[in-house]
């Protein structure tokens, strides 16, 4: 059972309203090479968790009290480069998906599309690509 579980793909869950994350993490935990090990509900201690609690990724909500998403991307980026950053929002613009990109994230969700693209953007992460909402790739 332990060998099991470190082989898990980890993944760590940054949104402050508890019933996004409890569906976010009812969503991955249907896979069973994904787990969530732990959740947060700002920004502010993810560097902490992670110093403990190494993870693959960082699913990250935008806009969150005390500290956001976009200044705990380029931290996390910044501390940890390997660790892959997937954003969730619900901000459907291109101006969110361009800073997003730049400060590291390789991925960027709508939260509307949580429940159908949720695992593809996963997957497409964890091969090294980037995802980009498909309501928002269009925006130009």
Known sequence: MAQEESSKYKILLVDDYPPVRRMI?????????LQVIGELSDGRRILEFLRKHPVQMVLLDVS???????????????????????????????EYVDRALYLGAKGYLLKEEMDEELLRAIAALRQGGTFISPRVSGLS
């Open 64 to 94: 969150m009290p005390r500290l956001g998403g976009f200044e705990a991307t380029r931290r996390v980026k910044k501390n940890y480069p390997e660790v892959q950053i997937l954003i969730m929002t619900i901000h459907n613009y291109k």
């Open 25 to 33: 993490k009812a969503i991955i935990e249907k896979t069973p090479d």
